[in-house]
């Protein structure tokens, strides 16, 4: 079954912990994307990957970093995390970019106290 | 102002009502564009990709309008399983995609 798998699906932690979310997608996708949804806001964009070690910042990159060594894998990393970091994730992928439609992993809420 | 802005929500209409949402984008490079639905918070699922010259799905038509910067969903013959929050997407250049706030529509027997 073609889909993209975060993990954790759920996670509180402490401020400062740092903490790794993973994103694989097994359809051979070029581009991966992940973003943050906050109440009553649509997606924003954290950083987006066209390939293998191309990576690139979205509109709202502070406080993360991310790899892509590998076409599937994207993880999200919060080296420090901050309660202002407490919010839903999601990790989308698509064949050639965001021009085509995007695929996303059923997200992972993040509670930082 | 934001890049990208949909209409307030939230739309209430009764079933078999047609319904229509806009959204504004900012950015006249912007390339493509798409209608997601979103349910309860789950994740956004692809439901029409916008095109100039329109699009159609069953109950489902979008429209883009360039000159005026917009992009449209029409919804008609509602259901209530149509009961979703509904985002539009622009994206400016090959990577970076701008979600709008969303319109959510609850469609009532």
């Known amino acids: 079954e073609a889909q993209v798998t975060q993990n954790p699906r759920y996670l509180i932690t402490v401020t400062g912990k740092k903490l790794t979310v993973t994103c694989s997608q097994n359809?051979?996708?070029?581009?991966m994307s992940w973003y943050r949804q906050d109440p009553g806001l649509g997606l924003r964009q954290i950083y987006y990957?066209?390939?293998?070690?191309?990576?690139d910042k979205g509109d709202v990159p502070e406080g993360y970093k991310v790899s892509r060594k590998e076409k599937r894998n994207f993880p999200l990393i919060l080296e420090s995390p901050s309660p202002n970091q407490t919010s839903l994730y999601f990790c989308?992928?698509?064949?050639?970019?965001?021009?085509?439609?995007?695929?996303f992993g059923d997200g992972t809420r993040l509670s930082i106290l | 102002r934001k890049e990208v802005e949909q209409d307030p929500g939230p739309f209430n209409v009764p079933e078999g009502a047609t319904v229509a949402f806009n959204c504004t984008y900012s950015?006249?490079?912007?390339?493509?564009f798409f209608w997601y639905r979103q349910d309860c918070r789950k994740e956004p699922k692809l439901l029409m990709s916008?095109?100039?010259s329109g699009n159609e799905d069953g109950r489902f038509t979008a429209q883009l309008n360039r000159a005026s910067q917009y992009i449209s969903l029409l919804i008609r013959d509602s259901k209530l399983s149509d009961s979703a929050t509904y985002l539009c997407?622009?994206?400016?250049?090959?990577?970076?995609?701008?979600f709008g706030d969303g319109t959510t529509l609850t469609v009532k027997p």
């Open positions: 989308a992928s698509s064949p050639h970019g965001a021009a085509q439609p995007q695929h």
């Open positions: 916008v095109y100039s």
């Open positions: 359809m051979n996708h070029e581009y």
């Open positions: 997407v622009v994206n400016q250049n090959a990577g970076k995609s701008t």
């Open positions: 950015n006249s490079a912007s390339q493509s």
């Open positions: 990957s066209m390939n293998v070690e191309v990576t």
